[in-house]
Antibody, heavy 121, light 105 residues
Framework: QVQLQESGPGLVKPSGTLSLTCAVS?????????WSWVRQPPGKGLEWIGE???????NYNPSLKSRVTISVDKSKNEFSLKLSSVTAADTAVYYC??????????????WGQGALVTVSS | DIEMTQSPSSLSASVGDRVTIICRAS??????LNWYQQKPGKAPKLLIY???SLQGGVPSRFSGSGSGTDFTLTISSLQFEDSATYFC????????FGQGTKLEI
């Protein structure tokens, strides 16, 4: 059973950089899946941030692209998110998720428990 | 960008009821549509993808249909544990989600 676990600071200052890591267990990050970040502001809906393949190929949400970097560390079986120049609007629960990508079967089938990140001075 | 619109935003129903949630896409997305269930304080759980195929372990009272721009999620006989927020998500292009439908039982 694949498990994902987010970790990182729960508080980030405005204009700073949000950094989170997602550790993958029960499966290899080098398998044929995309590894994604999705966020959810308190009481609101879900927003896809971006994704990475084990080869290092990435795709980002155009609305966040200028501020987002997603990287992968195959030796540690984990991937990471950096979001720069954060504001209060970036306060959210950040989820990491695995995305199956096979024909029309493209969905987030495993999720981490989520990490609340608050942007505040 | 493809916008996803769900209706209703919330609904209240009783155990045993049949409920339908609608999801509309701003562009034709073929059958690249997924449904998730989210309970308070928990991560979303994949229910149906693409459009009408149940994820393993999901009760058969859940069903999905539709193609193009109009999709539905139906729960045939509500159980108390179905109380949750339901999201649709398109995977045709840059992933995007509907705003959610909160179901109270």
């Amino acid at each position: 059973q694949v498990q994902l676990q987010e970790s990182g600071p729960g508080l980030v200052k405005p204009s700073g950089t949000l950094s989170l890591t997602c550790a993958v267990s029960g499966g290899s990050i080098s398998s044929s899946y995309w590894w994604s970040w999705v966020r959810q502001p308190p009481g609101k809906g879900l927003e896809w941030i971006g994704e990475i393949y084990h080869s290092g190929s990435t795709n980002y949400n155009p609305s966040l692209k200028s501020r987002v970097t997603i990287s992968v560390d195959k030796s540690k079986n984990e991937f990471s998110l950096k979001l720069s120049s954060v504001t209060a609007a970036d306060t959210a629960v950040y989820y990491c998720a695995r995305k199956e990508y096979s024909g029309a079967r493209r969905a987030f089938d495993y999720w981490g428990q989520g990490a609340l990140v608050t942007v505040s001075s | 960008d493809i916008e996803m619109t769900q209706s209703p935003s919330s609904l209240s129903a009783s155990v045993g009821d049949r409920v339908t949630i609608i999801c509309r896409a701003s562009h034709d997305i073929s059958n690249y549509l997924n449904w998730y269930q989210q309970k308070p304080g928990k991560a979303p759980k994949l229910l149906i993808y693409p459009a009408s195929s149940l994820q393993g372990g999901v009760p058969s009272r859940f069903s999905g249909s539709g193609s193009g721009t109009d999709f539905t999620l139906t729960i045939s006989s509500l159980q108390f544990e179905d109380s949750a927020t339901y999201f649709c998500q398109q995977s045709y292009s840059t992933p995007s989600f509907g705003q959610g439908t909160k179901l109270e039982i």
